[in-house]
């Protein structure tokens, strides 16, 4: 899904208004495995994602890597907390194929939502999507059983398996591989 595509589909911007917010991004291809945004350094872009996929994640105590959240084609992929408060991240950025994004600055992004009333509502409406697949992983993470988390996760990213390490997919989920290639059978 292209960007022009889901901001009308969430929001009927006007032609013009559609041009002026696309001016403010930047189209960028994106080789795999690269990071975007390192831990302890502040998130200077909120990422549109064309093509391809991303991840955030962070490095326990034995520098082991736990996925925290996956961010697949027509999905905003950001460090959130760090872009939208301007602090270090607690978190990497990463891209985990080749990938097409459109990059805007929280700048840019600011001098939009004060420009137009249509890009706050799209920014509450993307918010509300986030906090609810937030709160539902939450759930997913506390209440359910290893295979109701996977399942849970297969409706959040259908083809998932398909594009990322299943080691990624573990630690999203919060168990081993060895749990993982159990459930999958």
């Known amino acids: 899904m292209n960007i022009t595509d889901f901001l009308s589909t969430l929001v009927p911007f006007t032609t013009e208004e559609l041009n002026d ?18 831990q302890g350094e502040v998130c200077k872009s909120l990422y549109f994602v ?60 600011d001098q939009l ?14 918010t509300v999507e986030m906090l609810t697949k937030l709160g539902n992983k939450l759930n997913a993470i506390q209440f359910q059983t290893a295979k109701e988390r996977y399942d849970y996760m297969l409706t959040e990213f259908p083809d998932i398996a398909y594009q990322v390490p299943l080691g990624h997919i573990a630690s999203y989920l919060g168990m081993t591989q060895e749990t993982l290639s159990r459930i999958r059978k």
Request: aromatic share 16%.
């Open 113 to 126: 939502f004060a420009k137009y009333h249509k890009m706050e509502k799209l920014g509450r409406l993307v």
């Open 21 to 38: 917010i696309i001016s403010h991004f930047k189209k960028e291809s994106v080789a795999n495995n690269q990071i975007l945004v390192p």
């Open 50 to 109: 064309e093509q391809g996929m991303g991840r955030s994640y962070y490095l326990n105590e034995n520098g082991k890597d736990i996925t925290q959240w996956f961010f697949g084609v027509g999905k905003f992929m950001s460090s959130v907390d760090s872009f939208f408060q301007q602090t270090p991240s607690l978190y990497y950025l990463e891209v985990l194929q080749d990938s097409v994004l459109y990059s805007i600055s929280k700048e840019d992004l």
